[in-house]
């Protein structure tokens, strides 16, 4: 056997994507092994699935400048990267996202609501500490996707002065997750054990999203979040 035919494949690179112009997307994780894909459009073809976009992608871009990436080996590992169609590139604070979903407008109940759907309490911003929330009358919980060891969690802000209606939570779960399965139709916490109703979620702990399918128990918290203790709690607030 020659040499070459000994040839090792260059080591998998994990990159994280994002949807081109959405400030809400919180970026997937997307593994980059050439022995899988042998070209960059096979590559591209995977991240259309993979964060869902509404188009086929067709472009990345470094999420700063907007510099095009042009094939499979320009990707660097733990680098992070903007997915688009054949549109020209949106410049938005990608990397920041969980600021932006503070911003939107209000409802008939006083809550705000983002564009991507989110409800959560007008004065979110104020809650950095377990202690301000409780005073406040707001909390907030990280949401992760059942299965799913490649997305990191995304907030779920929440007022506790209205009361939840657990069939619009769901909706709204739905909307932000895109699982696979479709719907979100149960929130479990970590152990597997099922929420049936808002007064049950607990500031800042985490939780998972689940269609028709069973709980997959997975670590994680183990694998998605900073070890720091206290990025545990605040990783995606200022």
Same mark, same amino acid.
């Given at each position: ?23 809400? +997307? *919180? ?32 472009? @990345? ?7 095009? #990436? ?33 911003r939107g ?14 409800? +959560?309490? *007008? ?31 995304? *907030?779920? *802000? ?26 979100v139709n149960? @929130? ?19 939780? #998972? ?14 694998? @998605? #979040?900073?070890?720091?203790s206290a990025?545990?709690? @605040?990783?995606?607030?200022?």
């Amino acid at each position: 056997m020659s040499s070459r035919g000994l040839a090792l494949a260059p080591p998998a690179k994990n990159v994280v994507v994002y949807r081109n112009g959405d400030p809400f +997307f *919180p970026g997937r994780k997307v593994v980059v092994n050439q022995r899988r894909f042998l070209t960059f459009e096979a590559f591209l073809n995977e991240v259309t699935k993979s964060i869902h976009a509404p188009l086929a992608v067709r472009n @990345l871009y470094t999420p700063r400048r907007g510099h095009r #990436v042009a094939e499979l080996g320009d990707l660097q590992d733990g680098c992070h990267y903007v997915a688009a169609g054949f549109e020209k590139f949106k410049k938005l604070n990608y990397l920041n996202h969980g600021r932006k979903e503070l911003r939107g407008t209000r409802n008939s109940e006083g809550l705000q609501v983002s564009t991507s759907g989110w409800l +959560f309490s *007008p004065i979110f911003h104020s809650c950095r500490t377990t202690g301000s929330s409780h005073a406040l009358g707001c909390f907030y919980c990280s949401v992760f996707r059942n299965g799913d060891l490649l997305s990191p969690p995304f *907030p779920l *802000p929440l007022s506790k002065s209205t009361p939840l209606q657990w069939d619009a939570l769901l909706a709204t779960l739905t909307e932000k997750a895109n699982l696979r399965s479709g719907a979100v139709n149960k @929130l479990c916490k970590l152990d597997g054990t099922q929420v049936s109703g808002g007064e049950e979620l607990v500031n800042g702990d985490y939780y #998972v999203a689940v269609g028709n399918e069973e709980y997959k128990k997975l670590p994680y918290l183990e694998l @998605l #979040v900073p070890q720091d203790s206290a990025c545990r709690t @605040l990783w995606y607030v200022d």
